[in-house]
């Protein structure tokens, strides 16, 4: 394995913020008791001991321990790469619970439900998200023949979880996260899509609705569709398509929600469907799981493998993509994820024996917009469609090759006779090797664009922790207004002033060009650009589909639609203004 020597990258004034209040150990005092060099050792430490579970006992094993603990610690010091936030929390430390998503089934009866309820107290207590499909609890009115009455329904019963995540802090530092998803064919679907419409209702929840194939036929045909009793699995009504999607387009359009999954194209792509069917996925989506499964993501910062560009020792005129040492640096990202896996203190042992039983990993990426703005491409362009999808590509071609060479070293995963790999021949350690991750936080330490999307704006503020506002102006387009000798304050107060900077004839056109916003992105290009991620993502991916103030439902309707066309496995949407609260927004609050 043969690395370049990169120096420890500088961390931003906002990322010693973030790591301060989050992720450093802390004493009793609540005062920090490492810097983010420790922090960076413990974590790099603590997962390198996986290493002896592979390696005999000896000098050799502990030569192996100590040269991943450096190699990993440069990985992240350097901020080429970050694991999810548990494992920076928690790795080296007491709790040991290193993963950020879970799913949990919920069956229909109410020592399942309640018992789901201490499963996610103690799941959002170790910093983790919790997923759950509703579909199997009767609708509401259904009879309950153990006492004669009738049933209070699904959306009911969402409040149980919604108040006990309400009470529990993640491990200290995460307010508890949730995703609530019933099929579309579920009774109370039409309440369900309405519940979030009341801005009080499920304030720890994002829902989706569970589309299915059938309904996007019987919505094409213009026909409707039946509604199925889950716990009969009797039809006991339709309705029409088309209602029930205008409906959901509305409520989207108000207020960001429902989104929608996919489910019968996730499952088309489940590695072990011999285990069972995907129902569900993590709070922010991009992560499909089975019942109890768990996974681990971590995301490279691309921003960090451009050569030629600006400020680089190199002579190359024209900035690319450092194909070479983004190829040295997955195969680490993969063993790290991999070793993780080994490392971690499950909340349950449900979730311990499915996860390592289908060793799930996901690695993405971030820092896409500064790659795009690195070279020269203006994110709302073919090109940049291109790029996203050649950069995937060679990501997911990478962490294959990479889980195979560790298949050979470890053993495959232990499901993996009768998955779907071993029909495609592909013999690899991890049942799913890559996910688009939407890095909120992990961006911020970075210092870079979060995930896949687009810049919000030139200058903004982020909201972390619901009371901590990080105001931010993009380094590089200060940078090159610098060079073209347009920087000065007034500048950046106009800039601050909009979310937006294409009607500021002050700046050149080629620099509003390359600094494109979300909303400067027509919604089909936001849909087509997660779509060309979502072809080497073997998971999810989470990416906002930013919609102006003044967007229409009939957008948001063409947005689900072309999603589904092209193969996405969800969809969320979100038009400015629809919620009072929101993580991003212009950074002079006064005008936005």
């Given at each position: 394995?043969?690395?370049?020597q990169?120096?420890?990258?500088?961390?931003s004034?906002n990322?010693?913020?973030?790591l301060r209040r989050?992720?450093l150990?802390k004493?009793?005092?609540?005062?920090?008791?490492e810097?983010?060099s420790?922090l960076?050792?413990?974590?790099a430490?603590?997962i390198a001991?996986a290493e002896?579970?592979?390696r005999k006992?000896?000098?050799?094993?502990?030569k192996q321990?100590t040269?991943?603990?450096?190699v990993?610690y440069r990985l992240?010091?350097?901020?080429d790469?970050l694991p999810n936030s548990?494992?920076?929390?928690?790795?080296g430390?007491?709790?040991?619970?290193?993963s950020a998503?879970?799913?949990?089934p919920?069956?229909?009866?109410?020592?399942?439900?309640f018992?789901?309820?201490?499963?996610?107290a103690?799941?959002h207590?170790?910093?983790?998200?919790?997923?759950f499909s509703?579909s199997?609890l009767r609708?509401k009115?259904?009879?309950?023949?153990?006492?004669?009455?009738?049933a209070?329904g699904p959306v009911?019963?969402?409040r149980?979880?919604n108040?006990a995540t309400?009470?529990?802090k993640?491990?200290g530092t995460?307010?508890g996260?949730?995703m609530g998803?019933l099929?579309v064919?579920?009774?109370?679907i039409l309440?369900f899509?309405?519940?979030k419409q009341?801005p009080?209702?499920?304030t720890?929840?994002n829902?989706?609705?569970g589309?299915t194939?059938a309904?996007?036929?019987?919505?094409?045909?213009r026909?409707d569709?039946?509604?199925?009793?889950?716990r009969?699995?009797?039809?006991?009504?339709?309705?029409?398509?088309?209602?029930?999607f205008?409906?959901?387009?509305?409520?989207?359009?108000?207020?960001g929600?429902?989104?929608?999954?996919f489910?019968?194209?996730i499952?088309?792509?489940?590695?072990?469907?011999?285990?069972?069917?995907?129902e569900?996925?993590?709070?922010?989506?991009?992560q499909?799981l089975?019942p109890y499964?768990?996974c681990?993501?971590?995301?490279i910062n691309l921003a960090?493998f451009?050569?030629g560009?600006?400020?680089?020792r190199t002579r190359?005129?024209?900035?690319?993509?450092?194909f070479?040492?983004?190829a040295?640096?997955?195969p680490?990202?993969?063993?790290f994820?991999?070793?993780v896996?080994?490392m971690n203190?499950?909340?349950?042992?449900?979730?311990?024996a499915i996860?390592?039983?289908?060793r799930?990993?996901?690695l993405?990426?971030m820092?896409?917009?500064?790659?795009?703005i690195?070279?020269?491409?203006?994110?709302?362009?073919?090109e940049a469609?291109?790029?996203g999808?050649?950069?995937?590509?060679?990501?997911w071609?990478q962490?294959r090759?990479?889980s195979?060479?560790?298949?050979?070293?470890?053993g495959?995963f232990p499901?993996?006779?009768?998955?779907?790999l071993?029909?495609e021949?592909?013999?690899l350690?991890n049942a799913t090797v890559?996910?688009?991750a939407p890095?909120?936080t992990l961006s911020?330490?970075a210092d870079c664009s979060?995930?896949?999307?687009?810049l919000?704006?030139v200058s903004?503020?982020?909201?972390?922790?619901?009371?901590?506002r990080?105001?931010?102006?993009?380094?590089?387009f200060?940078?090159r207004?610098r060079?073209?000798?347009?920087?000065?304050?007034?500048l950046?107060?106009?800039?601050?002033?909009?979310?937006s900077?294409?009607?500021l004839?002050?700046?050149p056109w080629g620099?509003?060009?390359?600094?494109?916003?979300?909303h400067d992105?027509s919604?089909?290009h936001h849909?087509?650009?997660?779509a060309?991620f979502?072809k080497y993502s073997?998971?999810g991916v989470?990416k906002?589909?930013?919609l102006p103030?003044t967007?229409?439902?009939?957008?948001v309707?063409?947005?689900?639609?072309?999603?589904?066309?092209l193969?996405?496995?969800?969809i969320?949407?979100f038009?400015?203004?629809?919620?009072?609260?929101?993580?991003?927004?212009?950074?002079?609050v006064?005008?936005?």
């Amino acid at each position: 394995m043969r690395h370049r020597q990169q120096p420890a990258a500088r961390l931003s004034a906002n990322a010693l913020t973030v790591l301060r209040r989050r992720y450093l150990a802390k004493n009793d005092a609540g005062h920090p008791v490492e810097d983010p060099s420790h922090l960076f050792r413990r974590v790099a430490g603590n997962i390198a001991q996986a290493e002896h579970l592979y390696r005999k006992a000896g000098p050799d094993g502990k030569k192996q321990v100590t040269r991943m603990t450096e190699v990993f610690y440069r990985l992240m010091s350097r901020l080429d790469f970050l694991p999810n936030s548990p494992t920076l929390m928690n790795a080296g430390r007491e709790l040991q619970q290193l993963s950020a998503c879970f799913v949990l089934p919920v069956e229909d009866s109410l020592e399942s439900i309640f018992e789901e309820v201490k499963h996610q107290a103690l799941i959002h207590q170790s910093g983790g998200g919790t997923g759950f499909s509703f579909s199997h609890l009767r609708p509401k009115h259904d009879r309950v023949s153990t006492t004669s009455g009738v049933a209070s329904g699904p959306v009911s019963f969402m409040r149980v979880f919604n108040m006990a995540t309400e009470v529990i802090k993640q491990g200290g530092t995460r307010r508890g996260a949730n995703m609530g998803i019933l099929r579309v064919d579920h009774p109370d679907i039409l309440d369900f899509i309405q519940i979030k419409q009341d801005p009080k209702e499920l304030t720890n929840f994002n829902i989706s609705v569970g589309i299915t194939d059938a309904f996007m036929r019987a919505l094409a045909q213009r026909k409707d569709y039946a509604l199925v009793n889950p716990r009969t699995g009797r039809a006991v009504g339709r309705l029409k398509a088309e209602a029930v999607f205008d409906r959901l387009a509305e409520a989207a359009w108000q207020s960001g929600e429902p989104g929608v999954i996919f489910l019968d194209t996730i499952n088309a792509g489940n590695p072990t469907p011999h285990v069972g069917r995907i129902e569900a996925t993590n709070p922010c989506a991009e992560q499909p799981l089975l019942p109890y499964e768990s996974c681990t993501l971590g995301s490279i910062n691309l921003a960090h493998f451009v050569t030629g560009a600006a400020g680089s020792r190199t002579r190359v005129k024209k900035p690319s993509i450092d194909f070479d040492r983004l190829a040295e640096t997955i195969p680490t990202a993969v063993r790290f994820l991999d070793n993780v896996i080994d490392m971690n203190h499950y909340p349950l042992p449900d979730i311990e024996a499915i996860t390592k039983d289908n060793r799930k990993i996901g690695l993405g990426v971030m820092g896409f917009a500064d790659l795009l703005i690195r070279l020269q491409i203006s994110y709302d362009s073919d090109e940049a469609l291109a790029t996203g999808e050649q950069v995937m590509r060679f990501v997911w071609e990478q962490a294959r090759a990479a889980s195979a060479d560790l298949a050979r070293e470890r053993g495959l995963f232990p499901n993996f006779k009768g998955s779907r790999l071993e029909s495609e021949g592909h013999r690899l350690r991890n049942a799913t090797v890559t996910t688009i991750a939407p890095t909120g936080t992990l961006s911020i330490i970075a210092d870079c664009s979060p995930g896949i999307e687009p810049l919000y704006g030139v200058s903004f503020i982020r909201t972390v922790m619901e009371d901590v506002r990080l105001v931010a102006v993009h380094p590089e387009f200060e940078r090159r207004a610098r060079a073209a000798g347009i920087y000065s304050k007034r500048l950046l107060e106009r800039v601050a002033a909009n979310e937006s900077i294409q009607g500021l004839s002050e700046i050149p056109w080629g620099l509003r060009r390359l600094f494109v916003t979300a909303h400067d992105v027509s919604p089909e290009h936001h849909v087509r650009m997660q779509a060309a991620f979502q072809k080497y993502s073997d998971s999810g991916v989470s990416k906002t589909i930013n919609l102006p103030r003044t967007a229409t439902k009939a957008e948001v309707a063409s947005a689900f639609l072309l999603a589904y066309r092209l193969g996405c496995k969800g969809i969320t949407v979100f038009r400015t203004g629809s919620r009072e609260k929101q993580v991003l927004s212009c950074a002079n609050v006064q005008y936005c």
